[in-house]
């Protein structure tokens, strides 16, 4: 299971705090708005992720949980 970093861009005001909290994570674009960086949070950075969450103070920004593709061998 893979843990993305997410933000609803019409909730978020721009004053990237998120940014400041997490920047392994999260870069800002000229206006101040967040720019993801990667896909996969690294599980060391799983705490930080989940303190730029719970304090974005417009509910913007949110964790994804997303189901790791899995390889099934193939025979012949
Ligand atoms: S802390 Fe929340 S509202 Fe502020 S820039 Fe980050 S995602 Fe947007």
Known sequence: MEVRL???PVACDGFGHCAELAPELISLDE?????????????????????????????ALFLERVATPTTTPTTR
Do not use: H, T
């Not at 690294?42 to 304090?55: C, D, H, L, S, W």
């Open 6 to 8: 997410r933000v609803d």
């Open 31 to 59: 206006w101040g708005y967040p720019i993801i960086l990667g896909e996969s949070i690294p599980k060391q950075f799983r705490g930080v992720a989940e303190m730029a969450v719970n304090q974005c103070p417009r509910k």
